[in-house]
């Protein structure tokens, strides 16, 4: 059983066997939510969040492992791989370590200490540095010419420092234990730059800023590196103590001082080797160690960075659809208008139009007479407002006219993030290629309110705005995260195969962008599909692939009703035997509380299938189709605000959850600047983590403490949360 499935078994508190055949399964090609839907048993019941874990985990290990062996290989082939160096590459941790164990045998460049080695200086450094009290030229002198060294006395003197110094600096334990020893006492400390105060004015908190290592948190790291690497900010990490000076604490991880034993006190080393400690400290011990504290601060910064924004993600695409309604697209605009879509309840788009009702046209006649046509003329429900430039004058605009004329719809602002990103893409000009973008732009605003899951990911999700610190996060670690993010939601709603646009079913699993075009292809040739097998008639869906998407297909209203649920195709014969037992139909059972709590009472007869499956076969029976999404809900602004110079102290007001971080909650108010719920003033109680409280979509209530007008700052209070 090799190590990484000791591990995985281990981290995620599975049998040994439950691990080896999850393995086997993924090595087979079975997606992660198939596998957490579909094979249960085999994972001793872990969760889609718990196996998403576990793949990603398994996938890092695997990885893992070949670097280690690569790295172990290559130093054995340098005749650099020490039995000391060789057993901390073994108990390497993380990806990171291997690299900083390895890092400083990568470069061909010769370094000052090596050139020395050549020479022959390396007894001299070892004999001055275990029994020398002093390196005294003449003795230095006297030994180059006993062993025929032909260097001067300075270059000597120089080559032996050099030496002793890498050696230092190489030294495993004293790099670990100062290591561990600056992340527990350690702190940081941030200063600007000469000359780039007024450049720099965003980051006038972390100016002359200190702060513990180990109270860092991920957001203000990030915050400090950005300003570092916009050469606004100069980090460094120290001890209290002054930085330029050896720990006397770390004497007793260093090579043998001198021939008999460790010294302790620090102060009763010769003075050259004081300076040699000195000397390897600040040019390189602390650097190293700097930098590598920096590097490990980043990728744990940056890995919660992902799931901040991962979390966010996963909020706004299972938030809420209002369903199969009518809706006006609305993009609002000052100079260049208005665009609206009329969009069906079949998400087509069947009209559109620009107004100009604000300035400098204020066509606003002209615009309600528009308006009002096409509301009336399309039975529109709602109305989506997206909530960018003069959205709140389009918002007051259209109220005015549903109260003039007693209009039975409502108008709503929503997040407009990422649609101008969809309507100049590839993916828009296919579906609309006679459409101009800003209309394009409308309609996807307008689908977005019928359904978020089906819209958002026709759009990448870096564009949507729900993360921080986005721009400096590893484009392709983000990228890969919020995909998995993506494919989990699309799978646990399920998709309706006779509707589905090709990127919604690209994220089904088992199927690729290539396949879900085949569906398409079929499906515009062939008409509606009427029953899950037809899936096999589409080119490249084979037996294994009609396995791992087929459970999360739909077909509403299906002449074969399990058609319509989230029962898999493998388990059909399963209720069929059910509705054998019961003497009723499948129909019969679709729904029927009390049937299905009988077939409970007899689950003997069923032994042939585990109880994974059989109680998820009866809860989908139970809740055929269920959508996981809760109810539809939205926010509503506060008419006499627009800006924030609205807004004042001690004002309440409602608005939409928009981002979730770890130090709070950024809150839409209508004014085109989120407010801040701190975490602080999320609740009375402590709150460690404030999605125990909020996620992205939620409506809350708050209150306004403060307003910086010329910081664009917003700090709120959560009411009855």
């Known amino acids: 059983m090799s190590n990484t499935l000791k591990k995985l078994s281990f981290e995620f508190s599975i049998s040994l066997n439950a691990t080896q055949k999850t393995v086997e399964l993924f090595n087979s090609g079975s997606t992660v939510p198939f596998v957490a839907r579909y094979r249960k048993e085999i994972t001793e019941g872990m969760s889609d969040i718990q196996l998403r874990s576990f793949f990603e985990r398994w996938q890092y290990l695997n990885d893992f492992e070949k670097r280690q062996t690569y790295i172990i290989n290559q130093l054995t082939e340098k005749k650099a791989l020490t039995p000391l160096l060789k057993s901390a590459l ?24 090596a050139v020395a080695i050549e020479k022959g200086l390396q007894p001299l450094a070892n004999l001055s540095w275990n029994q020398w009290t002093s390196l005294r030229t003449e003795d230095v002198q006297k030994w180059c010419a006993d062993h025929n060294i032909s260097a001067s006395t300075d270059s000597a003197c120089q080559g032996v420092i050099d030496i002793l110094c890498e050696q230092l600096s190489l030294h495993i334990p004293l790099l670990q234990e100062a290591k561990k020893s600056l992340l527990y006492q350690g702190i940081i400390k941030s200063r600007v730059i000469r000359g780039k105060k007024e450049l720099g004015e965003k980051y006038q908190d972390y100016f002359d800023f200190s702060e513990p290592l180990k109270k860092l948190p991920a957001h203000r790291i990030m915050a400090l590196l950005r300003g570092k690497k916009e050469n606004i900010l100069k980090l460094n990490i120290a001890f209290d103590s002054e930085s330029n000076h050896f720990p006397s604490f770390l004497l007793q991880d260093i090579p043998k001082i001198n021939s008999t034993n460790n010294q302790k006190n620090i102060a009763k080393l010769p003075d050259f080797k004081i300076d040699i400690l000195n000397t390897a400290w600040t040019d390189k011990i602390l650097p190293k160690i700097e930098n590598e504290i920096l590097s490990d601060l980043k990728n744990n910064a940056e890995s919660k ?130 459409l101009d973008v800003t209309i394009r732009g409308a309609i996807s605003i307008a689908r977005r309110l019928q359904d978020p899951l089906a819209e958002l990911v026709k759009i990448d999700p870096q564009a949507i705005g729900v993360g921080q610190y986005q721009h400096d996060l590893k484009s392709s670690a983000l990228s890969t995260a919020l995909k998995s993010i993506v494919e989990d939601c699309v799978n646990r709603v399920g998709v309706n195969l006779n509707l589905a646009s090709s990127s919604l079913l690209s994220f089904v699993s088992g199927l690729t962008p ?155 108010l209508g004014v085109h600047q989120d407010g801040l719920i701190h975490i602080s003033q999320l609740s009375e109680r402590f709150v460690k983590d404030p999605r125990e409280l909020v996620r992205v979509g939620q409506v809350v209530k708050v209150s306004v403490i403060d307003v910086d007008v010329k910081r664009k700052r917003i700090s709120l209070k959560a009411l009855k949360l």
């Not at 941790?93 to 045998?105: A, V």
């Not at 809420?320 to 009329?342: E, H, S, T």
């Not at 294994?544 to 299906?558: D, H």
């Not at 059972?589 to 299905?596: A, P, R, S, V, Y």
């Open 514 to 668: 290539r396949l879900a075009e085949n569906i398409i292809e079929y499906r515009n040739n062939a008409g509606l599909f009427t029953r899950l097998e037809e899936l096999k008639n589409v080119s490249g869906i084979g037996n294994k692939c009609f396995e791992q998407c087929a459970g999360f297909l739909r077909i509403p209203n299906a002449h074969y009703v399990l058609d319509s649920s989230g029962v898999h195709p493998e388990s059909y014969s399963l209720v069929e035997s059910m509705a054998k037992y019961t003497q009723h139909t499948i129909n019969d059972l679709i729904e029927n509380t009390h049937l299905i709590n009988e077939i409970k009472k007899y689950r003997q007869h069923f032994n042939d299938v585990d109880d994974y499956t059989f109680n998820d076969v009866l809860s989908e029976l139970e809740k055929p189709g269920h959508d996981p999404r809760p109810k539809f809900t939205y926010a509503s602004f506060r008419q006499d605000i627009h800006s924030i110079e609205d807004l004042k102290p001690e004002m309440t007001l409602e608005g939409s959850i928009t981002n979730v971080a770890d130090f709070g909650a950024f809150v839409d």
């Open 90 to 113: 073994l108990n390497a941790e993380t990806k990171n370590q291997l690299e900083e164990l390895f890092s400083p045998y990568k470069s061909s460049k010769k370094s000052k200490a």
């Open 305 to 434: 960075a992902i799931d901040v924004f991962s979390n966010n993600l996963s909020d706004l695409l299972m938030a809420p659809p209002a369903g199969q309604r009518a809706v006006l697209g609305v993009d609002p605009g000052f100079r260049n208008g208005v665009k609206i879509a009329v969009v069906t309840k079949k998400s087509l788009c069947i009209d559109h139009a620009v107004i100009y009702p604000h300035p400098p046209q204020n066509k606003i006649d002209q615009s309600k007479r528009i308006l009002l046509k096409l509301i009336k003329n399309n039975n529109i429900e709602l109305i989506a407002i997206g909530n960018g430039t003069a959205s709140r004058e389009t918002d007051s605009l259209i109220k005015s006219l549903i109260k003039e004329h007693n209009l039975p719809c409502q108008s709503i602002i929503i997040s407009e993030a990422g649609a101008s990103v969809y309507s100049a893409s590839p993916l828009a000009s296919k579906e609309f290629p006679d």
